[in-house]
């Protein structure tokens, strides 16, 4: 290694480039100086506050504070709710710049989420040098001058190209979204989308990725994530479906090998999310991890791991590049965590799985129209790292009233293994739509081959009704277009949730032997643990935390993390002891990240709140 690239890999060791740490999501830090013995001595450095309120003349609200910042050149870069930006001196907090892109003057976005943002991304020119940041926000995908926070007027149309041109057919464009930071790969910009689960029309947003030149904005390539007439997997949407359905987007974030050019996409569900009848077939590439050539947009090989899905288990997570050694074995891999609770773990280049995958028989709908697959893919390594399906078992049982009336609840509804399918009685899944994993992923440590993931563990209840457009407000009549519709019943009665605890775990996946090397609550939940019916009720001492945030770990072995938990978690990698919980004023429902600050001083922040009360919240040792 040269003296140079020896400089470049430290001072981005130092410093946390891109949204996941690096361009394989490994979420990981080199850095020590924050250990499992001074992890306690932690306090709050500063605070940086987005100061984004409500505005009812475009009615809209900021949502959750879900970004994860970057540091280069000794300037973080974070992003906002209503999709800003602002450059800040990270050993102060101190705001340098801030750019806002107005979105929220196109009203409020129409997804489960709100306006909520999760990080951008960094270009550097190699003629001059110059660094720019990358915004995607909602229909337009924006380049920033990275020292002034100006748009740069080479780029698109004076620093703004319209994402909702040139896609497979005319959308409305306040119907597409993202949520997840693009991809920077050379000179190009790569980028899918996000469209709301609400949205169930003919022809609304597709899932065209896409990749952009980083001078000009020109587009270079798209891949269609629905493959159109003559292209490979077209023959798996009958009855000319493929000709209308949209979503099957990209709205997880993406990972790349950079040395081998290669792109790894999490594609989602297929719109209608939970019924089918208007789409049969197995439906490539929904629910797939799709490997293309970065440089072109062709693809390599592809996965798909749910089969004409029905229960939204959409892969959300940035699939992780590791390497790990399998009965003596170096193996280059991506390993796709699924909401389902499951690993799904390929060869890296070829996409073969590393160990078996069996397709297996699971039930049938009985929802007039929808013609369920009859099997789905199963990895026999490593186990489920969630639980899967639901039983009378999975009753809340602090009590036994409350038991009781648990156990009324559930027997309401059709349960049953994974995949059990939606209903017209209603049907309870385990795990629910945050998953098991979510778009916080995993954290992945190349010492050791272990994976860490924060999991959710929430059941959704999916009954199906016949839509009748009478019962849609006259706001929404152009979202909806479908013969069956979702309608999620609540999980919980008078707060008190139809499941037992936990609600959140952290989980240790050894990728080397394909197993789980321990499992432990991660988090609790204060609202339930003050119920007035709990009152002197003994719980667990940890009732885990539903959210879909991740964790961060650091070679000197700390897993960080706040996964929708009000507090800042520190567990120790070993054996996923908690050591460190500093109770916050906010939810932290942003994955973490850590950085060397000018003074040499080890920093962790993350962002938290939702709404109008937001901060991002900087720690290092006293």
């Not at 997804?111 to 660094?131: E, K, M």
């Not at 004409?308 to 288990?313: C, F, N, Q, R, S």
Request: aromatic share 10%; net charge neutral.
């Amino acid at each position: 290694m040269s003296v140079a690239t020896l400089a470049v890999v430290t001072a981005s060791a130092q410093q946390w480039p891109h949204h996941a740490a690096d361009q394989g999501a490994s979420h990981y830090s080199s850095l020590e100086q924050i250990t499992t013995a001074n992890v306690n001595q932690l306090q709050v450095a500063w605070e940086w506050k987005p100061n984004e309120k409500n505005l009812p003349q475009f009615g809209t609200r900021p949502g959750a504070f879900q970004s994860t910042p970057i540091v280069i050149d000794n300037v973080m870069y974070v992003s906002t709710m209503y999709y800003g930006v602002a450059a800040l001196d990270p050993a102060t907090g101190r705001e340098l710049w801030r750019y806002d892109s107005k979105a929220y003057e196109d009203g409020q976005p129409p997804n489960g989420t709100g306006y909520v943002h999760r990080g951008v991304a960094a270009w550097r020119d190699s003629s001059t040098g110059s660094l720019r940041i990358i915004l995607n926000a909602r229909y337009k995908l924006i380049q920033l001058d990275a020292k002034t926070g100006t748009p740069v007027s080479s780029f698109g149309a004076n620093g703004v190209v319209d994402l909702s041109a040139g896609l497979v057919w005319a959308i409305n464009k306040k119907h597409y979204t993202n949520t997840s930071p693009p991809v920077v790969y050379k000179d190009l910009i790569i980028l899918g989308n996000g469209v709301g689960d609400r949205l169930t029309y003919k022809n609304d947003p597709p899932g065209d990725v896409r990749a952009f030149n980083a001078r000009t904005g020109k587009l270079a390539w798209t891949f269609h994530t629905i493959p159109q007439r003559g292209e490979f997997g077209n023959n798996t949407w009958d009855g000319g479906s493929w000709q209308f359905t949209g979503h099957t987007n990209v709205w997880a974030p993406m990972s790349l090998d950079e040395e081998r050019g290669l792109l790894y996409m999490p594609v989602s569900t297929p719109s209608n999310d939970y019924y089918g009848g208007r789409r049969p077939g197995q439906n490539l590439f929904a629910e797939s991890i799709v490997c293309l050539d970065a440089n072109t947009g062709q693809r390599k090989w592809h996965y798909q791991v749910v089969h004409h899905g029905l229960w939204d288990y959409d892969p959300a997570s940035p699939p992780n590049l590791v390497t790990m050694t399998v009965d003596g074995k170096r193996i280059d891999a991506v390993v796709l965590l699924t909401k389902q609770g499951f690993a799904f773990v390929f060869d890296r280049v070829s996409g073969k799985p590393v160990w078996p995958i069996e397709e297996r028989p699971v039930p049938r709908s009985d929802v007039p129209g929808e013609a369920s697959w009859p099997t789905q893919p199963f990895p026999t390594k490593p186990p489920a790292f969630e639980s899967q399906g639901v039983t009378l078992d999975e009753a809340f049982d602090a009590t036994p009233e409350l038991k009781q009336r648990a156990v009324a609840e559930l027997e309401k509804y059709r349960l049953g293994p994974l995949y059990t399918p939606p209903s017209m009685q209603g049907t309870v899944v385990l795990p629910g739509v945050i998953g098991g994993a979510n778009w916080g992923g995993g954290a992945f440590d190349p010492a050791s081959g272990r994976l860490y993931v924060k999991t959710t563990r929430q059941p959704a209840i999916f009954k199906m009704e016949r839509f009748d457009v009478a019962t849609q407000p006259k706001d929404r009549l152009d979202e909806v277009d479908a013969e069956y519709v979702n309608r999620s019943q609540p999980t919980a009665i008078d707060g008190i949730p139809i499941i037992k605890p936990p609600y959140g775990n952290l989980v240790a996946l050894d990728l080397n032997r394909g197993a789980i090397a321990w499992k432990v609550p991660f988090g609790d939940t204060p609202q339930l643990r003050s119920h007035a019916a709990l009152k002197g009720v003994k719980l667990p001492e940890r009732l885990g935390a539903a959210g879909a945030a991740g964790v961060i770990l650091t070679k000197s072995g700390l897993i960080l993390g706040g996964g929708n938990d009000a507090a800042l978690n520190a567990f120790d990698a070993r054996d996923g002891r908690e050591l460190w919980r500093y109770v916050l004023p906010r939810e932290a429902g942003a994955t973490p990240m850590t950085y060397l600050d000018a003074n040499g001083r080890q920093v962790v922040v993350i962002a938290t709140g939702r709404g109008e009360d937001t901060a991002l919240v900087a720690f290092a040792l006293k």
